[in-house]
C-alpha cells in the first residue's frame, strides 16, 4: 500500500471518527488501536501502545499546562481581577466605546497573568455585556469586544504555547516570550479598530457620562488593585524572559504568588481553591488524555511513511517557501473552525513541522503563527469554543448569529496581524532574541 | 450531576486524588524552587515526580470528566442530524468508547503484568517498577469502560439527559 493510501485512510478514519461525535481523545484512541493492530503485529503492537500512552504525558515540560491555567482560575473564581476591572474602569473617563476598551485592557492586563482564554472570556462576557447593554451598546461591538479574552492564547502565559513547545520540540520559554509584543500588538489593533468605529458611527456605542471619581481614589485604587499584578508578570514573564527560571519554576512561582496576593486580599478559602482545582482539573484532563494519542498517532504516520512522503510532495511543488506557510496556516485556520487546537496540533505537527526545518524558516515564529491561529479558531464561527463560552454568560436575547457578527471584524484584525508577522518575523523574534537562555 | 452510587464514588475519589497530586506538584516545584536558589540542594527527584504526578492526573480524572461530559468532542455534523440518527451517532460512540476502552485495559493489564514478570523499571533518579504506572492506565480505561457503558445502558432506556 502507498503512503497516501495509508493517509488517505488514517485521516478519513479519523475525521468520520470526530464527525460521529466521538469524544477527540477516543477518536485518537481507535485509530491507534485500529493502525497499531493491523501494522505493527496484533498484540503486540498494542502493548507498544500502552508503552507509548505513558511516555506521551509523563514529561515535564507539559508541568506549566496545569500551574498557568490553574494561576487565572484562583484570580477568576476569588474575584480579585474584579477589583481591577473596577480600577480600569475608573481610569478610562470620557471616551468613545469606553466599555469596549476597558473589556479590551481587561482581558490584555488578565492574559499577562492567566493561561486560559476561556475563563478570561467568561469573565469579561458576564460582567461588561450586562452594563455594555444597559448603556444602549449595540451587540455588534459589545461582543467582539468581550471575545478578545482569547488574546490569553498568545500573551504569556500561555497554557497552549507550552503544549505547542512540547509537541513541536522548540524551545517553550521563548515560544512564550514571542507572544508577547504580536499579542500587545493585537490588542492595539482591536483598540484602534473599535475607537474608529465609535467615532465614525457614535450610535453604536453612546457616549454616557461616567461617574466621577477624584483623582486621590483613581490612584490609590491603581496601587491597591492593580499594580500588585505586576508581582506575578514579574515572577512568570520577567523569570522567564530573563533565564533566572524554566516555564515550569516560573509557572510554579507564579502559581505561589497568586495565592499569596489573594490571600493578602483575604479572598482566599476554601471554596476558591475548590473550584479553581476542579476548574483547573476540567482543562488539564481534557487535554492530557488527548494528547495520550499524540505519540502513537505520529508513529503511524511515520511508520507508514505518510508525513515523509507529504513533506517530500510538498517541497517537490514549484512554490516558494513563505506560500507553503501560507498554505499551512490557511489549513489550520480551517481545521480551527470545527476542531480543538490540541487535536489540530497533533494531526498537522508530524508533517508541518519538518516542512518548516527543512525551509529553513524560524519554529518559534511559526510556533506563534499557529498560536495566533490557534486563537482565531477558539472564535471562529460556527464552532469555536468561545462563542460557546459567550452564548453561555450573554444576557438573554443573545443569538450565535449577534455573536457571529460580533466577532467577524476582530477575526479579520486577527488575519490580518498573523499576515504582519508572516512578513515581519521580528515583531515575534525580537525579545526572545534578546533571551540569554 | 453529583453520583450517589459506589461506581460514582469511586471516580469521584479518584478526581480527588488527582486535584490533590496537582495541589502536591505546585507545591514540590515552589519547594524545589526555594531549595534550589536558597539553600542550592535542589531536589534531584522533582522532575521525576511531576512526570509522574502528570501522567496520574490524567488517568485518575478522566472517567469523572467523561461522567461530566467535560472530553471535547466536535459536534459539526451531529448538530445538523435528525434526532434518530443523532441517537444511532451516539449508539456507536459509546460503542466504541467501550471496545476501545476494554481493548486498552486489556492490553495495559497485560504488558503490566509482563513488566512484573520481568522487573522492568523506570531508570530515573529513583527507580520505578513500571507496572504501577501500567496499572494506573488500565484502571483509568476499565473506569471509563464502566462509564461509557452506563451511558449506553441511560441511552438504550432513553434516561440519557438532552445536552
Known sequence: MEWWAFLIVIVGIFLFLLAAGLPVFLAFTVVDVLGIYFLWGGGAGLQQLIHSIFSSISTFVLLPVPLFVLMGELLFHSGTFIRALDTLDKWMGRIPGRLCLLSVSGATLFSTLSGSSMGT??????????????????????????????????????????????????????????GLLPGFMIAAMYITYITLRCALQPGIAPAYIPEKVPWSEKINALFIHVLPFGSIVIVVTGLIFAGL???TESAGMGVLTTGILIACYKKMNWVVIKKSVDATLRITVMMFMILTGSTAFSQILAFTGASRGLVEVVVSFDLTPMLIIIVMQALIVVLGTFMEQVSIMMITFPIFMPLVRALEFDPIWFGLLVLINMQIGMTTPPFGLCLFVMKGVAPNGTTMMDIYKSIAPFILIDLFAMLVIMFLPSIALWLPSLMRY | MKGTGIFDRIIDFMA?????????????????IGMRYFVHKPLVWMVEVCEYILFSIAFLGAPWLLKKGGHVSVDVVTEFMGSKNRARMRLFSLTSGILVSAIVSWFSFVTALECYRTGVLVIKTINVPKHY????????????????ARQLFRHLIGKEKKK
Do not use: D, N, Q
Not at chain 2, 490533590?20 to 516545584?29: C, P, S
Open chain 2, 133 to 148: 504506572f501500567l496499572l494506573l492506565i488500565c484502571l483509568g480505561y476499565l473506569c471509563l469502560l464502566f462509564e461509557f
Open chain 2, 16 to 32: 480527588l486524588i488527582a486535584g490533590i497530586l496537582l495541589v502536591v506538584a505546585v507545591l514540590i516545584v515552589c519547594w524545589e
Open chain 1, 121 to 178: 472570556t467568561a469573565m469579561l462576557g458576564s460582567l461588561l455585556l450586562p452594563e455594555m447593554e444597559k448603556r444602549g451598546y449595540h451587540k455588534r461591538i459589545s461582543i467582539g469586544a468581550c471575545m478578545s479574552g482569547s488574546l490569553a492564547m498568545i500573551i504569556p502565559p500561555s497554557a497552549l504555547a507550552v503544549v505547542l513547545g512540547a509537541l513541536a520540540e522548540i524551545s517553550i520559554g521563548k515560544l512564550l516570550i514571542s
Open chain 1, 245 to 247: 527560571a524554566t516555564p
